[in-house]
C-alpha cells in the first residue's frame, strides 16, 4: 500500500459570500488570529506526514505565494533590532515542505479544479483539502483520512452528520457501516445537494477526502452538474457506484471560511486557545457579552 505523500488544496474560487473584501484579498489569505487559513491548510497536510502539497490559485491569488516565499527585508529588518524569534516563526512558516502552485485557467467548478493536479499526482494517492474548510483536531483529518485508506485500501471521503438543511449545502452519501466499526462507512453512492426527499443519508462530505488517480479518468468525461460546473462530487459518486469508498467520520471542529459567520467562529475558537492572547481574549468575550 502506497503511503499518501501529497496533498491538492483547490484554492481558486472567487470568494462571493465574502464581498466585499475577497474582490482584493483572497479568502484563503483571511487571519485566522494571525495567520492565514491557507497556512492552516498546508500545516495539517504536513502535520499528517505529506510532504509535497499543491495550491491551485487563480487570477489575483499571488499573495499566497508571496506568503510561502522568502521576504530578505523583513529577516534584514527583525534581525536588526534582535527580534530572532519573529525570524523563526516566519522560517517556519515557508519552510515545512515542498509547496508548489498552479493555476485553475477557467472556473468551471471543483473537480475541473482538481484535473489540473493530474502531473502533480502522477500514479499515487493523494488528499483534497476543500479551501473554504478549516477542521481543528486532535489528530489531524488528513491524518485521519491516511489511516483508514491504508486499512481499507481504497478512497476515503470526510463526513460529518449534519441537518436536512444542511445536506441542500453539501451532498448526502448512500452508506452502511463497517462492520465492528463505530466511525467507518462502505459508500456506495452520493448526491450533490439533493432535494427534499431525494437525500440517501444525514452523512455529508465536509472539507476533507483522499483519492486515487484513477478520479481523473473519471473527471475527464464528467459532464457539468449542479451550478452549471464540473462537480468532484458527480465524479466521487460514479466511483463509488463502480468500486466502493471509505466514509470516515472524523474527528475535530470544522469551520466555513466561505461564510462571515464561519469566519467569526474560526477566529473566537482560535483565538480564546492561542497562547499568546487567548486567556486575555477570552476574559474580553465575557465582558463584552454582558453587554449585549
Known amino acids: 500500500m502506497q503511503k499518501v505523500r501529497k496533498a491538492v488544496i483547490p484554492a481558486a474560487g472567487l470568494g462571493t459570500r465574502m464581498l466585499p473584501i475577497s474582490r482584493c484579498v483572497p479568502k484563503e489569505m483571511f487571519p485566522i488570529v494571525d495567520r492565514p487559513a491557507v497556512s492552516y491548510l498546508v500545516n ?10 499543491l495550491i491551485i490559485t487563480g487570477r489575483d491569488k499571488d ?27 516566519i522560517h517556519g512558516e515557508i519552510s515545512r515542505g515542498n509547496i508548489f502552485f498552479t493555476r485553475q485557467k477557467e472556473k468551471k467548478g471543483l473537480g475541473h479544479a482538481l484535473t489540473c493536479a493530474r502531473s502533480f499526482v502522477g500514479d499515487e494517492p493523494f488528499a483534497v483539502l476543500y479551501g473554504d474548510d478549516i477542521v481543528f483536531s486532535e489528530t489531524p483529518v488528513c491524518k485521519q483520512l491516511a489511516d483508514s485508506y491504508e486499512k481499507h485500501g481504497r478512497p476515503v471521503v470526510g463526513l460529518k452528520h449534519v441537518t436536512k438543511e ?6 448526502s ?24 426527499g431525494k437525500e440517501f443519508t444525514d452523512l455529508a462530505i465536509l472539507g476533507r477526502v483522499l483519492l486515487t488517480p484513477e478520479i481523473f479518468d473519471i473527471l475527464e468525461h464528467t459532464a457539468p452538474g449542479a451550478g452549471g460546473e464540473i462537480q468532484l462530487t458527480d465524479a466521487m459518486a ?5 468500486y466502493g469508498m471509505t466514509g470516515l467520520v472524523f474527528e475535530g471542529k470544522r469551520f466555513d471560511l466561505g461564510s462571515k459567520l464561519g469566519f467569526l467562529e474560526a477566529n473566537l475558537y482560535a483565538g480564546v ?7 486575555a481574549f477570552a476574559e474580553m468575550i465575557k465582558n463584552f457579552a454582558k453587554g449585549l
Open 238 to 242: 460514479e466511483y463509488a457506484r463502480m
Open 173 to 196: 452519501m448512500k452508506a452502511e457501516l463497517i462492520p465492528g466499526s463505530e466511525n467507518e462507512y462502505t459508500v456506495t453512492d452520493m448526491i450533490e445537494k439533493p432535494a427534499p
Open 63 to 89: 499573495a499566497m505565494e508571496d506568503y510561502f516565499d522568502y521576504s530578505p527585508e523583513y529577516d534584514a529588518a527583525l534581525s536588526a533590532k534582535g527580534r530572532a524569534e519573529e525570524v523563526e516563526l
Open 273 to 279: 486557545r492561542h497562547p499568546e492572547v487567548g486567556e
Open 44 to 53: 495539517e497536510a504536513i502535520e499528517s506526514g505529506m510532504t509535497e502539497v
Open 166 to 171: 444542511q445536506l441542500r449545502k453539501f451532498c
